[in-house]
């Protein structure tokens, strides 16, 4: 049994920070793909970051690129997800994913097979 637990989530301004965090209990393992996948209301989940066993294996999604930063200690099983000058419209429930299997299109919900809970992220204006 894999269990993803995110945490970091909470209020913050426009043009504010928050650092999302994420860990892997129960079946643990160095060669999980992690990310990130938001979902607003009344909106699909959305691809956000991705990042599997090095940095050329890190994706983001268009609208966070330059802003989010996704890190992780594989040894620790832990993801971290720092976002910076954060918008309105970024206000979403954030979950963890995690996947063993490498796709062709790692950006996609569907490659996913662990999920988190999600944690909340609102940014007031």
């Known amino acids: 049994q894999v269990q993803l637990v995110e945490s970091g989530g909470g209020l913050v301004q426009v043009g504010g920070s928050l650092r999302l965090s994420c860990g892997v209990s129960?079946?643990?393992?160095?060669?999980?793909?992690m990310g990130w996948f938001r979902q607003a209301p009344g909106k699909e989940r959305e691809f956000v970051a991705t990042?599997?066993?090095?940095?050329?294996?890190?994706y983001y999604g268009d609208s966070v690129k330059g802003r989010f930063t996704i890190s992780r200690d594989g040894g620790k099983n832990t993801v971290w997800l720092q976002m910076n000058d954060l918008k309105p419209e970024e206000t979403a429930i954030y979950y963890c994913?995690?996947?063993?299997?490498?796709?062709?299109?790692?950006?996609?919900?569907?490659?996913?097979?662990?999920w988190g809970q999600g944690t909340q992220v609102t940014v007031s204006s």
């Open positions: 990042t599997a066993w090095s940095p050329v294996n890190t």
């Open positions: 129960g079946r643990t393992s160095s060669s999980y793909i």
């Open positions: 994913v995690a996947t063993l299997k490498f796709t062709s299109d790692m950006t996609n919900r569907e490659s996913y097979d662990y």
